[in-house]
């Protein structure tokens, strides 16, 4: 047996939905896990062996957490490089902290995507107010001004046309380092989701389409239409270029857009997906399981699609309303986190709706 064996435990960072996920895959293949959060009352310790509340700061908590752990993996991009770098150093971290170090900055991961071969938003780095009017004379008025650390769903950005107001958009991103991307013309967005194992084998799920409201994934749904099945090839072997490159371990998911001209990164994210939240009913292996199998050194399972069709949507803020008409169809399969405050735009489960024409 040359995987982890039954009983050892896996690490988590982060307590969210995600976390929650990958913690139910794990003790279904026999691992106890220990949940390491701020927060004491996250929704991922309900489902662990073990939790420790402590700062992403708090390197000595962390150490005693990892020294725990026979292997350590996390579900956001949002922890301090420098500390998962020292954490690796002495234990098995899986994915590794360069992968979040790259995913953590836009501009340093359009610049390694680009060096894998992909074709990106035109951008330009911005770091003070007074260079945004400089850039947009570059890239043209219709364009996005995103900040270049901690923004996801939405948050951090501004979207930028001829009747902009430049300061409010800089205000908008908080005031600090930037990227200025050119409006990408898009038919459709996706999703490349892959496991790549410590052997370098790499095996992929089908390809969602991917429906954004307000910045925030809204629906994800199979089959994904002819532009994408016609991009998904190209799109897979830049994803496999990536993995490869970082020396890659557990699930790793690039979005792209479809255009006229091929497909074009957006962005990665050194994790499990939520548009991958379909393969937990509609595929043999899901996402969240495969990354165990792969960060414990287990076979991976196999990603086949069992459903004709398939949508995943996400209940977000106050879907109170949506209940009855989602449990009275048993079509669907439902996912509630278990989160205490309902909040506009946050995520409160998924529901993924199974189809066999």
């Avoid at 994915?95 to 330009?124: D, M, W």
């Avoid at 996801?152 to 046309?161: E, F, T």
């Avoid at 300061?167 to 496991?195: C, P």
């Avoid at 506009?344 to 998924?350: F, I, N, P, S």
Wanted: net charge negative; hydrophobic share 40%; glycine share 8%.
């Amino acid at each position: 047996m040359n995987f982890l064996k039954p009983g050892s435990v896996v690490g988590i960072l982060g307590g969210g939905q995600l976390a929650k996920m990958m913690s139910i895959a794990a003790s279904t293949l026999g691992y106890k896990v220990h949940i390491y959060a701020p927060e004491a009352d996250n929704i991922a310790s309900e489902v662990s062996a073990r939790f420790t509340q402590g700062s992403y700061d708090d390197l000595d908590a962390l150490m005693k957490f990892s020294a725990d752990c026979n292997v350590i993996t996390y579900e956001f991009e949002n922890i301090q490089v420098e500390t998962l770098k020292k954490i690796e150093k002495k234990y098995v971290l899986r994915p590794n902290a360069r992968a979040l170090e790259i995913a953590q900055s836009r501009v340093a991961e359009k610049k390694f995507a680009e060096k894998c071969g992909a074709v990106t938003a035109h951008y330009v780095p911005i770091s003070k107010r007074e260079e945004i009017e400089a850039s947009i004379a570059k890239l043209g008025a219709d364009a996005i001004l995103k900040s270049d650390r901690l923004g996801y769903d939405g948050k951090g950005q501004a979207r930028i046309d001829e009747s902009t107001n430049l300061s409010g958009a800089w205000m908008a991103v908080g005031q600090r380092d930037a990227i200025l991307e050119e409006y990408v013309d898009f038919e459709a967005e996706f999703s490349v989701i892959l496991t790549r194992t410590f052997e370098g084998n790499v095996i992929f799920w089908d390809s969602s389409k991917n429906v954004h409201q307000h910045g925030i994934l809204k629906q994800s749904s199979l089959p994904a239409g002819p532009l994408i099945d016609s991009q998904r090839s190209e799109a897979r072997k830049l994803a496999n270029r990536i993995a490869d490159e970082l020396d890659y371990i557990g699930v790793l998911t690039i979005e792209f857009f479809a255009t006229g001209n091929g497909p074009v990164f957006n962005e990665m994210a050194p994790r499990v997906h939520n548009s991958g939240h379909w393969t937990i009913e509609a595929t043999v292996t899901s996402q969240f399981e495969n990354h165990i199998r792969a960060i414990t050194g287990m076979p991976l399972g196999s990603t086949r699609t069992l459903s004709d069709r398939i949508e995943m949507e996400n209940l977000i803020g106050d879907y109170t309303d949506q209940l009855d008409n989602i449990i009275s169809d048993n079509r669907n399969h439902l996912h509630l986190y278990g989160k205490d405050k309902i909040v506009e735009g946050r995520k409160m489960g998924h529901v993924t709706r199974l189809y066999f024409d």
